[in-house]
């Protein structure tokens, strides 16, 4: 059971996040970059399956140089090995642009089972890259799931939303995507982290995986950010003095919410 | 050592930093207080930090553990104390007894020890303590003799830390003779449960899950291989291991002092009064400025004695680790008094977890050496000024 996780370093949730002033892109330099927990999680179930069925677990980032970071802690955890895709002609890429590398890069792992990717970055928030993926590949797509389970040949998956709880299923090859509720990812243990140095990590450029520069970055994107601005400030909101029935003016505004 | 000092740490000392913190961080201080003010143990934290492999990060891999340095094993205690629990046994068990089991200990006691170390799944107290003798090893009335193949145990202890969590206790005690003469000292391995061995806990008022014990040894039979080590090596074997208790005590300092730190500075930035957070006062801003730039002064000379210590200049490393743990004792107790300071009467209240590091804090200046003992140690082995006793 091979399996291909997608992980991606991104400015720490918890810090500051920035466009730059130049092209709007992603400030890298402003924020700590830490892996996406999504990822974390995404890299257990992986490490699960594995415990269960054996095969390797290669792990796939795209990402200027300091994402070895983000690789690195993913094979502390215990991936086997890494693919890590870096060129400067990849800044700016859209979707469509890194979901092509990704794919690409999935090419180069031999006999892929399985690929495992978290349903949507903290940073871009776009949340298509595994949709967009299993349609480059040519694979059944698995997304926004809360449970995953290989039966012989076949992925068996939970996918919770608003409405309802969908039983899905799907033969391998696939592309699953999961959600926070799939699982609480381990800690890198001692050992771990020693033996992450040692583990194969491939770096690849565009040209390394058949690509037109051209295709890919600011130039190849598809959409283009004309102007950014921050979010404005939270308002002061509403105060309400208790004068003795504070409780049901509390719950009079939670009811104009729709939330109670 | 090279002669380029590295300022930096690996790349996987910091991944071990970052992991530690992460798992303390789940836990954090709300779990440790409940524990002590229950009368609870930090057993899930320490059970979990074990088999990540975090306890087990200085045992030899050969046994189990990380085959990693003092340095790693002083890293997981500043830690896990930073997110307000530390651990008071990870300056005991891992750090004096591992180590020492680890450089003396025959064969077959560290194939019998070690891999629990690895683990953490076994624990063991540190006795030298005594109340006529202090840690002046020279001084201590516990005494060993011979019985046959046997070994027989006499006198106490106090101030032990955790005995009633231990497997065991590494009790220092002199050898004496047909004639009652007193010779070397010795380290001898004591189960708990071993009968002639009775403990008291000592009351004290310091929140903290690990508790203080009187030990009383009556006739306490051991048998040959309780002996850690050759029975005339004698002081240098227990100087081995109080170098890194030394080490792990500031980094335990230090730990405390970060988290009384980043709680005064966050308080500071967001407690506003006329309209101004009171950070921008330099009657806040400066004392926590120079806290801080005692605490990163502790810190660096305590990386000094471990990466010392890691490179094998034990005696090089013993004044640094000494210079070490009287800086983080001085960092620790005048941070957590400063973060209490800024906090106003909130800093007594139960819900801002400072009060409770108030004794805590205060400790450090005391144990496992007190302050005075280390001035002793820098005037005379530094300054090579005339002993003082």
Redesign the interface.
Known sequence: MNIVVLVKQVPDTWSERKLTDADHTLDRESADAVLDEINERAVEEALKLQEAHGGEVTVLAMGPDRATEAI??AL?MGADKAIHVSDAALHGSDVLATAKVLAKAIGTVEGVDLVIAGNEATDGRAGAIPAILAELLGLPQVTQVRKVEIDGTTVKAERETEEGVAFLEATLPAVVSVTEKINEPR?????G??A??KKKVDTLSVADLGLDPAEVGLTGAWSSVLEAAPKPPRSAGQRVEDDGNGGAQIAEYLVGQKLI | MTDTVNYTESVERRALRAAVADLGARYGQRYFLDKARTGGKTTELWAEAGKLGYLGVAVPEEFGGGGGGIGDLAAVCEELAATGCPLLLMVVSPAICATVIARFGTDEQKQRWLPGFAEGTTTMAFAITEPDAGSNAHELATSVRRDGTDWVLNGGKYYISGVDEADAVLVVARHVDENGQRLLPSLMIVPTDAPGFTFQPIEMDIVSPEKQFTCFFDDVRLPSDALVGAPDAGLAQIFAGLNPERIMAASFSTGMARFALDKATAYARTRSVWGTPIGAHQGIAHPLAQCAMQLELARLMTQKAAALYDAGQDKAAGEAANIAKYAAAEACAATVDQAIQVHGGNGIASEYGLGALLTASRVSRIAPVSREMILNFVAQHTLKLPRSY
């Open positions: 690195r802690k502390s800690y890198p243990s001692f050992k982290i020693m992450a140095k």
